[in-house]
Nanobody, 115 residues
Framework: QVQLVESGGGLVQAGGSLRLSCAAS????????MGWYRQAPGKQRVLVAA???????NYADSVKGRFSISRDGAKNTVYLQMNSLKLEDTAVYYC?????????WGKGTLVTVSS
């Protein structure tokens, strides 16, 4: 089994920054990729950013140039640095891990951007 625990969410003013962390534990050998998704109220969960075991990254167009994903392999942790936050970034952010064709999910952390 895989456990993912997110942290770092909270309330921030527009234009501010937050850093999310996701620590993986359990059967975490041979991780293919980790990433962050978000789900705004009334909307579907969508990909924000992902990073592979080879450190290739992928970003949603809406966050390119503002968000940065990174990982610490030794700590089995993935980070999402979010800068220049906008009101529309308000959502629950979920950590995601892909291993052996199976996706694992964290419980989510709420990010609220205020004006």
């Amino acid at each position: 089994q895989v456990q993912l625990v997110e942290s770092g969410g909270g309330l921030v003013q527009a234009g501010g920054s937050l850093r999310l962390s996701c620590a993986a534990s359990g059967s975490i050998f041979s991780i293919n990729a980790m990433g962050w998704y978000r789900q705004a109220p009334g909307k579907q969960r969508v990909l924000v950013a992902a990073i592979t075991s080879g450190d290739s990254t992928n970003y949603a167009d809406s966050v390119k140039g503002r968000f940065s994903i990174s990982r610490d392999g030794a700590k089995n942790t993935v980070y999402l640095q979010m800068n220049s936050l906008k009101l529309e970034d308000t959502a629950v952010y979920y950590c995601n891990l892909l291993r052996g064709g199976i996706y694992y999910w964290g419980k989510g952390t709420l990010v609220t951007v205020s004006s």
